[in-house]
């Protein structure tokens, strides 16, 4: 299957050690993790390297004369595509230096800035944006409810939230990984309800990841002032299939989730 | 684990014959099923023999002087507590002419009426009603999008629909079943993203049920008027797991999905 971006933005663990002082590491800037972030498919060709991508295209507004913000930038292929839809104006926000840097690198545009910051921690300005989009970058918080509080007050009414986020099927066992069966591949799920920290190994060792069921992140939201749109547990067409037969396990069990929420007050 | 009630709507399956034949069919009335269901724990003790009833009794508006609707309502639990609870009227419709038979010998109450009726084919009275309430019926319903059409037709602008069915990742795998394994049990899930029929054993061979993604759940309720109030992938607490041990599996994985919805237009 496709490399996938998305793994890319978590804190070192620091198991036994307060969450403060986890939240102060960043794994995304060492020097194993940000090479193979780099080489991931997503990473050389953007967002036509996602396989999840025609699908959150298309539940994206109209984005001409909007203001964005891009809640885990990375390498900025959000933030310039969002540019080229004629937004009025971009902000970036990643937690890595190396990223940001690249992000710069490659952008030759006045109207999108990016700035290094930590999602567990950024307020957002008030009411300063139309439009927040995410790309698999909430499941590594640790404090959901505190981000999309601060997201409510950095959007106007009406606008949109969109973001990916790891599906709670796919974060939740605590051993992560297909059983292969003489009927087909399984995955085994476990400890559903039990939420919080998931630690495995991806580009890395030791990625700290935050499980939450669906149903806490949807009603995060609702609680929050946001009404749910639109709710997809991603899957591959039959045209991506047959392009990538690898894709079809994606069917067994999905591995990302896309919402689409809107600001309601 | 206690005894659940709401496996206990469902048709008979007639594979290779098409969808109406297999509508035209009652399991519910078939001597064993019937006898099995009608020992149940939530079927003898009524709603208080049912784990997840405190969740959803969380959620439930004031029905004070409400027009209640129960779709699927067995032997009339529900409709009674309703109308316990001071509601104006209680409209109790089940397919099984045993449980209605059943329901009306056990209500003393000029305020509830039953009715026999195929929620696949019901249609509700247009706004007739300020509440309504499903539990664990409607993963028997083949056609969703035309129940919650009606349902939003029967309903007033700004009244709730309740319901709980069986959680997808319970309902999704061909082979649905616990893996004991050293490190605890397994609940192996595939086939997610494909909907439709799952034919299961319970209390009788061949039962039928039609597997939804929760995003299907969700979005034809957005889709159809409806805003998602909350939305519970029900566990037991831990007074409960103390009560009953057998009960800690539910954290695994879930089993019963609560949603609450309010018609919006």
């Known amino acids: 299957m496709p490399a996938r971006r998305g793994f890319d933005r ?50 994206m507004p109209d984005l001409k004369g909007k203001r964005v913000i891009d809640l885990g930038c990375g390498f900025g ?6 540019q080229e839809q004629e937004a009025a104006h971009v902000l ?31 307020e957002l300005p008030k009411h300063a944006f139309d439009f927040a989009y995410s790309s698999l970058a909430f499941h590594y918080i640790s404090d959901f409810k505190r981000l999309i509080a601060t997201i409510h007050e950095g959007l106007l009414p009406g606008a949109h939230l969109l ?3 790891e599906h ?10 297909w059983q292969a069966t003489e009927g087909g591949k399984l995955w085994p799920v476990n400890q ?4 919080g920290r998931r630690i495995t190994d991806w580009l890395a060792k030791g990625v700290v990841k935050y499980h939450r069921t669906l149903g806490t992140t949807l009603n995060t939201l609702i609680d929050n002032g946001f009404s749910i749109q639109h709710v997809e547990e991603w899957q591959p067409d ?13 069917r067994e069990r999905p591995m990302i989730l896309i919402v689409d929420a809107q600001r309601t007050f």
Chains 1, 2 share one sequence.
């Not at 060492?30 to 295209?57: D, H, N, T």
């Not at 292929?77 to 969002?82: G, L």
């Not at 039959?238 to 994606?250: C, G, Y």
């Open 10 to 59: 978590t804190n070192a663990p620091c198991i036994g050690i307060g969450i403060e002082n986890e939240m102060a590491q960043n794994i995304y800037d060492k020097p194993e993790f940000f090479a193979g972030y780099s080489a991931l498919q997503r990473s050389v060709e953007g967002l036509g390297g996602a396989a999840e991508w025609p699908a959150i295209r298309a539940r």
């Open 77 to 82: 292929w959000f933030s310039r595509w969002a």
């Open 168 to 177: 709670p099927i796919y974060m939740a066992p605590t051993r992560p990984g």
């Open 92 to 122: 970036g926000v990643d937690l890595s230096e190396n990223m940001i840097a690249r992000a710069k690198a490659d952008t030759n545009d006045q109207g999108i800035e990016y700035e290094i910051a930590n999602l567990d921690h950024y």
């Open 163 to 165: 973001f990916t986020i």
């Open 192 to 195: 559903y309800s039990v939420e």
């Open 238 to 250: 039959d045209d991506q299939i047959k392009r990538n037969p690898d894709l079809a396990e994606e």
